[in-house]
């Protein structure tokens, strides 16, 4: 949850966006970004995992293996409808 805490960090206490007109939307389109980037994450790089066969190098085949595991998990997640928190927006 390394992204996840230091995206709300840098929104609830650092200077890193002023440039942003914040808002409850584009803070939540941040944060689940954030918690994304975290889901799943095995605590290795793509290239490790493609230089060591992993599945997901083979499954994604060795392309931006990371980003889409976590985007695929993401995106399975909010298809759960108990996990459908943008329901509301439609």
Do not use: I
């Amino acid at each position: 949850a390394d992204v996840l805490q230091s995206a709300w960090w840098m929104l609830e206490h650092g200077k890193v966006f002023p440039a942003l007109t914040r808002s409850d939307l584009l803070d939540l389109a941040l944060l689940l970004a954030a918690a994304a980037h975290d889901a799943g994450h095995p605590g290795v790089n793509t290239d490790f995992l493609v230089r060591s066969s992993h599945p997901l190098a083979l499954l994604y085949n060795d392309r931006s293996v990371l980003e889409n595991m976590h985007s695929a998990l993401c995106f399975r997640l909010l298809a759960l409808a108990e996990n459908d928190m943008l329901a509301s927006l439609k």
